[in-house]
């Protein structure tokens, strides 16, 4: 079992910055990705970004060059570096976990960010 606990979400006004943590716990494999997803009402939950646990990391066209993703493997926790927001970022950010060795995926319960116009 992981478990995920993300935070540092909260109300932000657009062209700010917000910075997410997400703490994984419990049975880490060193063979790893941890993502970021957003779901906004109404819609799909939606890929943000990703990253291996060798460091690769890749984004979705509408937060390139705005979010980065990082993370510490000897904390086991992945961030998200969010700045310029947009009013149409605001969503529930969740943190995504899946090993390979053996096959496992986990999510967290969301933070949710919102931006005012």
């Known amino acids: 079992q992981v478990q995920l606990v993300e935070s540092g979400g909260g109300l932000v006004q657009a062209g700010g910055s917000l910075r997410l943590s997400c703490a994984a716990s419990g049975s880490i494999f060193s063979i790893n990705v941890m993502s970021w997803y957003r779901q906004a009402p109404g819609n799909e939950r939606e890929l943000v970004a990703t990253i291996t646990s060798g460091g690769l990391s890749n984004y979705a066209d509408s937060v390139k060059g705005r979010f980065t993703i990082s993370r510490d493997n000897a904390e086991n926790t992945v961030y998200l570096q969010m700045n310029s927001l947009k009013p149409e970022d605001t969503a529930v950010y969740y943190c995504?976990?899946?090993?390979?060795?053996?096959?496992?995926?986990?999510w967290g319960k969301g933070t949710l960010v919102t931006v005012s116009s």
């Open positions: 995504y976990y899946k090993s390979y060795l053996p096959i496992m995926e986990y």
